[in-house]
């Protein structure tokens, strides 16, 4: 059964301790992306040279999609996988992925999960079976690979597969949803829909109102949800139950906000929506709901955000303090 974002199910009854602890998931994830930012920024001019400073390359962030990894990774462990994509940092912080690693491979020092040579949209940790590409579309199919491990083993292992909806009209998402659903496998299909697949609105590109309409074509569940983490929350628990109990494939998407760039740099131009954005930033939002029904109060805010702080700037001291790799290694690594 396929349902809508008009008739998706209301939002779990949650106790303070959940909501605080996607709170602050949200937070750790908006926190350390600022400091990316900063850092990346840093020294890239005069004027702006993406192939200059500490942070060199391209660097797309993800604020204001934070309730999605929250919501979704609350219901997973350790041993269950997750393909994400190249907007990836607020699906590796809250699926546990290692901070200090994850700074240092986006400053491409030798300490980073590749050693330094994958950067930030190529993150794998295989202590939590984390992985992302730079492709869109990639991560689905191999996270069917980890599904049918899972199915084969009786593990009640899930994986969950991220992708924007831009790449949702790529053909690894049409075969990877047809064979998840075919075989029945434990995955979780998560789509981002933030509106904009690069600089081209959905309405332009895929003609389909909502990409959760596709899944009755896979005779698979799918549901629509907005950018509110209890109600993301709600809908991942009841996918990933079902794909724990055998019960296969689920798509979900869920109408999230870009609230920066595509890519760092990009002057965004083409969003005539662009002076509206900021008011959609959900962390605030849910700090506010927060607040009014007593879960909240400054002096939790406060230790929050510090401890934050606090977290994101040890991984970014580590990662500066670490070596770069040495350039005679540079064939190290890779297979030949």
Known sequence: MSTTAHDTPQSLALDPATRLALYRTMVLARTFEEAVLREYHADKGPGFDIGKGL??????????????????????????A??????????????????????????GRETGLGRGRGGHMHLFDPTVHFSCSGIIAEGYPPALGQAYAFKQKATGRVAVAVTGEGAANQGAFHESLNLAALWQLPVVFVVEDNDWAISVPR???????????????????????????????AAADRAVAR??????????????????????GDAQGYRPELADVPSMDPIPRYEQRLRDEGVLDDAVIARTRQEAQARVEQAIAFAKDSPVPDPATASSYVFR
Not at 93 to 106: Q, S
Not at 208 to 233: K, L
Not at 244 to 264: D, S
């Open 55 to 80: 942070v060199p390359g391209e660097m797309h962030l993800a604020a204001g999609q934070e309730p999605v990894a929250a919501g979704v990774c609350a219901h997973l462990t350790g041993d269950d």
């Open 82 to 107: 997750v393909t994400a994509t190249h907007r990836p940092h607020h699906f590796a912080i809250a699926h546990g992925v290692d901070m200090d690693k994850m700074a240092a491979e986006i400053f």
């Open 203 to 233: 309405d332009a590109s895929t003609s389909v109102p909502s990409n959760a309409s596709r899944g009755a074509a896979y005779n698979m569940p799918a549901e629509r949800v907005e950018n509110d983490v209890e109600a993301i929350y």
């Open 243 to 264: 794909a724990r109990a055998g019960k296969g494939p689920t798509l979900l998407e869920v109408h999230t906000v870009r609230l920066w760039g595509h890519f760092e």
